[in-house]
């Protein structure tokens, strides 16, 4: 079941990214056509992806140390090395995922017609 929940809350994502960039799409546009050299929206789009990014690799990089630093604990509790290493591989992912999605979710509230 929770496979199927991570494949809506993916779905979602995916629904939310197209959305963002349409509605992105346009001001950047005309940004591009007034005679400033890049525009507000052009600097927040390629910023917010940059520290989304850094966000994301140190959010993985903690998490695999976490895994990392309790490793022979679970070994010793009887706990397969193959499952650790998958369930770390799986909260990294996660982790670093997790600013993106935050970002991708607050510039949704922020440009839809009925935001802030």
Request: no cysteine.
């Amino acid at each position: 079941m929770k496979s199927a929940l991570k494949t809506g809350r993916h779905a979602h994502d995916l629904h939310l990214a197209s959305m963002v960039i349409a509605m992105r799409l346009p001001v950047m546009m005309l940004e591009s056509m007034s005679d400033k050299a890049g525009g507000v929206e052009t600097h927040r789009a390629v910023s917010e992806k940059v520290a989304a990014a850094v966000d994301g690799v140190v959010s993985a990089q903690i998490s695999l140390m976490n895994s990392g630093a309790t490793f022979w604990f679970d070994i010793m509790r009887g706990r397969s090395p193959a499952s650790l290493v998958s369930e770390a591989a799986n909260k990294a992912t996660a982790a670093a995922l997790r600013p993106g999605r935050k970002t991708l979710r607050a510039n949704y509230k922020r440009l839809s017609p009925g935001g802030a």
